[in-house]
């Protein structure tokens, strides 16, 4: 890292505010010869994070506009390098030319997640807080922003340093027993080392097992819109996307396949699946679109059972709103409120489901099921959110889920008496797994994979 790297680092467009961010061993130099202060020192002579209006120049040296800079130098900054961010107007133009002014000054482009990756290997961040930032960046819902808040302040690494500590505490006086066995060193305290691993084991599981509730965070709660034919099932996943995503006709079956798309609504972020009717069927495509609808209910979260108000409910809805009641959270919806209300109601024993009549065609009903989606969903989010303690990708739970089963097995180890290296061995795998998590044993293949993600300027 002995070159100094440039982008923009703020979204593509017209804005306000556009920033231009440098970082390496001249980026205060290469500011000095793009910016200049309307007064006083040049920014290599001013004080950190102290924020200076002046001139920025393009490549040839005009004027291209006046803006504000702030520098910051190593190891207190972002990156843990000398950086400097130049605050310019928004305009594509102005933001082109003034990178374009900062290569010719000696700064080359920055990569996709570079200012990121510089960060993690200064130290300045671990690799799970890294992946925070492009959690944070990508968040669409409040509790994603606070999950992922959380985790950029250490709430992970803060829960699996403890347990890295504790069982190389462990692994420290097996290896002095077994490496200086003249030594007077206390014998192992096997009980002790028993509930040290059964707590590293439990606190571990817990981990673990959030990555379940993070991808519903990340993802969206995996929501099926289900329903016999023609029941308003597509019209109602187009209401809720506010654009024409499915083909709505009058004629039963014309969705063969199931689409899926995300919206936040209801206080939780929805990954909405629109189904095939549900029927039989003797066409082979509509069949397996209903084999495929069946699919969507049983990994749903959220089911929403479409029966069209203008019609009696059959044994067919009822039969189906059974069938989802048992699988997840179901909300009945009364469609095409627009076309009539039929007198014929829902068995006794669905009547505590909850209930929305409403149209796709009019808007009437919509802030009823987004109020019955929040009192279904709402408070579950809320409480997973809190600690920012959640796992929200599948590389942070699988190098938890290995550290897990070595934990156990170095306590069945200890539990049945086994030689002590058998424990060391065990411990010794889940501090490596630990390690990973946090990025100190991690392959470089692994971390080129993970900054691959990010935008150019982050």
């Known amino acids: 890292m002995t070159d100094t790297i440039a982008a923009v680092s703020t979204a593509n467009g017209m804005a306000g505010i556009g920033v231009l961010r440098l970082s390496g061993p001249d980026a205060l130099a290469v500011a000095d010869r793009v910016f200049t202060p309307d007064r006083g020192a040049p920014m290599s002579a001013r004080p950190d994070r102290l924020l ?3 001139a920025l120049h393009d490549a040839q040296g005009s004027i291209l506009d006046r803006c504000l800079c702030t520098v910051s130098r190593a190891p207190h900054s972002y990156t843990g390098e000398d950086t400097a961010e130049l605050q310019c107007h928004g305009a594509p133009a102005v933001l082109r030319e003034g990178l374009e002014a900062l290569f010719a000054a000696g700064a080359r482009q920055a990569r996709a997640g570079e200012f990121t990756k510089r960060a993690f290997l200064n ?29 950029l302040g250490g709430a992970v690494t803060k829960k699996t340093d403890a347990i890295y500590d504790a069982l190389a505490g462990i692994s420290a006086h097996f290896h002095a027993v077994i490496d200086y066995p003249d030594e007077d060193i206390p014998d192992f305290k096997l009980r002790e080392y028993s509930r040290t691993l059964a707590d590293a084991q439990d606190a571990l599981r817990t981990l673990r097992e959030s990555f379940a509730r993070g991808k519903v965070l990340v993802d969206g709660v995996p929501t099926a819109i289900v329903g016999r034919p023609n029941a308003g099932k597509s019209s109602l996943l187009n209401a809720l996307l506010g654009y024409e995503r499915a083909i709505v006709t009058p004629v039963p079956g014309t969705t063969r396949d199931t689409i899926t798309e995300r919206v936040r609504f209801g206080g939780a972020l929805l990954r909405l699946t629109d189904t095939a009717g ?13 084999e495929r609808s069946r699919a969507a209910m049983d990994g749903a979260g959220l089911i929403l059972v479409l029966c069209p108000a203008c019609e009696a409910i059959t044994d067919e809805d009822v039969a189906l709103l059974r069938e989802a009641r ?20 829902v068995p006794r024993d669905l009547l505590s489901l909850p209930q929305v009549a409403l149209s796709s065609v009019t808007g009437t009903g919509f802030r009823a099921l987004e109020a019955e989606i929040a009192a279904l969903l709402t408070p579950e989010a809320a409480d997973t959110a809190a600690a920012g303690e959640i796992l929200t990708n599948a590389r942070q739970a699988d190098a938890v889920a290995r550290a897990e089963q070595s934990v156990a097995a170095a306590r ?37 994979q993970i900054f ?4 150019v300027g982050k």
């Open 123 to 151: 130290a300045r961040l671990d690799l799970t807080q890294a992946e925070a930032v492009i959690d944070l960046i990508h968040a669409q819902t409040a509790e994603q922003a606070k999950n992922a808040a959380g985790q």
């Open 412 to 448: 069945a180890a200890l539990d049945e008496g086994f030689p002590p290296d058998a424990v060391l061995t065990e411990s010794e795998a889940a501090m490596a797994a630990l390690g990973e998590l946090s990025g100190r044993t991690v392959r470089e293949d692994v971390t080129q």
């Open 52 to 54: 200076v209006l002046g």
């Open 326 to 345: 048992a699988k997840a959270p179901t909300v009945l919806v009364r469609s095409k409120i627009d076309l009539g209300l039929s007198v014929v109601g």
């Open 452 to 455: 691959a993600r990010f935008c």
């Open 278 to 290: 549900l029927r039989e069927s003797a066409d082979e495509i509509e069949a397996l679109g209903v």
